[in-house]
């Protein structure tokens, strides 16, 4: 069972540039005092922009990755649906890893269609032959 499993995430519609996720607002997703937890928001929108990076990855070859996560709150909720949108902003490729860096501009929206929270979440799609050289220097470090 995954995250998105617990959390009831269904991504709706996806393609390289723009994912859309919805999740029920039920009262497991609740902070003590009863209002959605920031942090299955955050999940949410993590799930949507990760989708996209997996769109445009290549498995044979590569992997993605969340990096980095800027998210704020602006509404609370209880109850209702909530849908998280992930579009991608740009590509950033390095010079040293050929690693490609993805900036996701991503949004939750209730029921009503107002901002519950929004942000930008980054990911990295990494070869696998650069995930193996890291892996064989991390190995002959321990010696």
Known sequence: MTLNDTLHITITS???TRVEAEMPITPDLHQPFGFLHGGATIALL???ASRGAEENADFETE???G????VRHRKSGKAGMLRGVAELDRQETSERSGAVK???NVVAYDDEGDVVSEGVI???IVSLAYLASKERERAAAKG
């Open 67 to 70: 990096v980095d996560v800027h």
């Open 14 to 16: 996806s393609c390289k």
């Open 63 to 65: 992997r993605p990755f």
């Open 46 to 48: 993590e799930s949507a």
């Open 102 to 104: 993805q900036f996701w």
């Open 122 to 124: 980054v990911t990295k």
